[in-house]
């Protein structure tokens, strides 16, 4: 094989990696030669370089380490993000051909055959997948899962996801999805490539700077640990992100004409009602509680500065505000279980009452500092620090509830590499009493959060425990256990345990039996409470 010949087909992939050719630094490879523009072209990327004496020698044979010198260094130009599919596949079969050479050499090309799968992907422009779920529950009669009695079952989720690539940049995505309780159109947004590596998002997003301080089971349903940015989704929001060597830059802002709040309050409505038997016993029964509805004009506003140091190092400075155009408040009011006597006429009998004002909305701000040590490719240490200023509404009733509290948590993480049976989550946290959780209250996968209030206001300080232990013993069978332990001032402290097993019947298809339990001070009312679930989830 010649020279000439061999290195035509490189050519010609690389036409894309340099704007223009270069002046052919070969002396021995004359200028009217049917080679010249390719040997130029590669000479010009750096793939080429010649012998020390500076000549080409093209007529000579090629030995297979020289070519697959030349591969490696085009793979080292390539801008695996221009070039096109038939490019890579083209430079794929050269890498198949000199795959021993190649790895000799030391050269990864993982990245190649990720781009080429990336693209096959996108043939045609568009791209469909989706998540079904069927969840069987059975819990106690009382109980704190949400369960109307003690059996529910339900498609608790049906996703259809639907992906567009309109072109090199512009894609466009949404999500739909629904279940027994109702479907909705969760995500409709663009991203669009901007000038200076500016990547802007806009419309109805998830937006998440949290994710890497999930306790995760395998399908990530405990991924509601967020203390601030589980946006699920923004809405009505613009984003724009900027990539730079060592990190990145976002900043977020979304509006909401009509932010609804509410929730269960006391009707003050009683009616007069008989029951007993013989002499007819009478007396004043409540109507049905109703719902207290708050609507304010609203903004969100977030930025945060990420810097990756190097692969043992990482943090992150974060910022989220709601800022509130109608500030407001609402009134609980109930029954302390006496009665006056109104002598007007008819005289009769009143039940007495009294209230206490909570919070509806009122702006809040949260800043936060993010660290993630890696020890090594198995160990990891991160932590996160929270401090908010809050609208004095937020204290409103609530003398222990601090004007600017903050919130803190200490993670150490083992993989199952390291420990050989599980990977092990091991999660410290203090959040001190009036800490407001913006988005869904987190530790809340079954409801746990019961020392947060309706209002997403931790009701005293708290100190958290949280382990999660996952194993996988081979491609089928996985396993995890949860303890999480919450310890509130004033209030006592309560736990909670879970533990599953799921069967992987395929790669996209899987089965899931699970129980969760309670006990402790706090959940008195859900006292040695527990719940099995049957899950079947379908993903395609």
Not at 49 to 69: C, I, M, N
Not at 442 to 450: H, V
Request: a negative charge; charged letters at 25%.
């Amino acid at each position: 094989m010649k020279k000439m010949f061999a290195l035509l087909a490189v050519a010609v992939l690389m036409a894309f990696a340099a704007p223009a050719l270069a002046a052919n630094p070969f002396a021995d490879v004359p200028m009217n030669h049917w080679a010249y523009d390719a040997v130029a072209q590669l000479a010009s990327t750096g793939c080429l370089v010649g012998y020390p004496d500076g000549s080409f020698k093209g007529p000579q044979p090629a030995t297979r380490y020289e070519l697959a010198a030349v591969v490696a260094r085009c793979l080292a130009k390539v801008d695996m993000e221009k070039a096109s599919k038939q490019d890579l596949e083209l430079l794929k079969k050269l890498v198949v051909e000199f795959k021993s050479e190649l790895d000799a050499l030391g050269v990864k090309v993982d990245k190649l055959d990720s781009r080429v799968a990336l693209l096959e992907e996108r043939i045609g422009g568009w791209k469909f997948s989706g998540n079904f779920r069927f969840t069987a529950k059975w819990a106690d009669d009382d109980n704190p899962y949400g369960i109307d009695g003690d059996t529910n079952w339900q498609v608790d989720r049906f996703r259809w996801n639907i992906t567009k690539y309109v072109d090199d940049k512009v894609t466009v995505y949404a999500r739909y999805q629904g279940g027994d309780d109702g479907s909705d159109l969760m995500y409709a947004y663009a991203a669009i490539k901007m000038p200076w590596d500016v990547t802007m998002m806009v419309g109805r997003f998830p937006l998440d700077w949290e994710a890497d301080f999930y306790a995760t089971d395998f399908a990530g349903y405990m991924m509601n640990d967020a203390f601030v940015t589980d946006f699920d989704p923004l809405d009505a929001a613009v984003a724009f992100k900027k990539d730079f060597e060592q990190g990145s830059f976002e900043l977020f802002v979304a509006h909401d004409e009509s932010a609804g709040f509410g929730s269960v309050v006391h009707n003050e409505n009683w009616v007069w009602n008989s029951w007993g038997w013989g002499d007819a016993l009478y007396g004043w029964e409540q109507g049905p509680d109703s719902v207290i509805e708050f609507e304010s004009d609203r903004y969100i506003y977030g930025a945060r500065l990420a810097f990756d140091f190097n692969e043992m190092f990482s943090m992150a400075l974060n910022y989220v505000k709601y800022d509130y155009n109608t500030p407001g408040e609402a009134t609980f009011y109930w029954f302390d279980d006496d009665w006056y006597f109104d002598d007007d006429y008819p005289a009769d009998w009143h039940p007495v009452w009294e209230s206490e004002s909570y919070t509806y909305a009122a702006d809040q701000a949260t800043m936060w500092a993010d660290v993630i040590f890696n020890f090594n490719e198995n160990i990891a240490l991160k932590g996160q620090y929270f401090m908010q200023d809050n609208d004095p509404l937020w204290q409103i009733g609530h003398s222990n509830y601090e004007d600017d509290p903050a919130a803190w948590k200490a993670i150490l993480t083992f993989s199952q590499d390291l420990l050989g049976f599980t990977d092990l989550w091991l999660e410290y946290a203090q959040i001190d009493a009036g800490f407001v959780f913006s988005g869904v209250t987190p530790y809340a996968w079954t409801n746990a959060d019961f020392f947060v209030d309706d209002f997403g206001r931790t009701i005293d300080d708290t100190t958290v425990i949280n382990v999660v232990a996952k194993q996988k013993w081979n491609d089928q069978w996985w396993t995890y256990v949860r303890y999480a332990d919450f310890d509130v001032d004033n209030y006592g402290d309560y736990q909670n345990w879970t533990a599953s097993v799921r069967y992987n019947y395929t790669p996209n298809m899987w089965f899931e039996l699970g129980f969760d339990k309670y006990n402790g001070d706090l959940s008195d009312l859900y006292e040695n409470d527990s719940m099995v679930w049957f899950r079947t989830v379908v993903n395609f």
